[in-house]
């Protein structure tokens, strides 16, 4: 990630990670897939890069918010140098955007006015696409759709916990 200049408050909360939407980031060129540390690799990320290649932009849905145009920046993919239109909005008053925005991936999704979303079977949410709905989640074990290639743990449960079963 590139030096960056936040306050103490920003510092850990996913918005800085507008900082990688600069016109240029050192040591990346053409496009970069972002993947979150809290998820899980199930099959190829080919696709996620061969995916409509021309876009700029290309995020998986969020879960919990679809039809909203909102994605979930756990995944996406962008063309280093196209998004500077975040960033220049972003930089002057970053705590004004973070007030305005409940979260990053709004900031972003509205900012650009309009995003495409990767096939959603592509990547799913542990506790949103996978958990039954109660009370079935107390008798069925999450079952992994073929396609999937991410699977995102978003919240609760953790990896680990999802793992030990709790």
């Known amino acids: 990630m590139p030096e960056f200049d936040l306050p103490e408050r920003m510092r850990f909360h996913p918005f800085r990670r507008m900082f990688i939407l600069q016109k240029a980031v050192e040591g990346l060129e053409?496009?970069?897939?972002?993947?979150?540390?809290?998820?899980?690799?199930?099959g190829s990320i080919d696709a996620f890069f061969d995916y409509r290649p021309e876009l700029d932009f290309a995020v998986c849905e969020n879960w919990t918010q679809p039809g909203q145009g909102i994605g979930n920046m756990s995944v996406f993919r962008y063309r280093v140098g196209a998004l500077t239109k975040i960033w220049d909005r972003f930089r002057p008053d970053p705590m004004a955007m973070m007030d305005l925005y409940r979260n990053s991936q709004t900031f972003v999704c509205r900012t650009l006015g309009t995003v495409e979303f990767f096939p959603p079977e592509w990547s799913l949410s542990f506790k949103h696409s996978l958990i039954p709905r109660w009370p079935l989640n107390f008798f069925k074990t999450p079952v992994l759709p073929p396609d999937a290639k991410i699977v995102a743990f978003t919240g609760k449960p953790d990896i680990d916990e999802a793992t030990c079963g709790e």
């Open 30 to 42: 053409g496009s970069v897939l972002h993947l979150d540390l809290d998820l899980l690799i199930t």
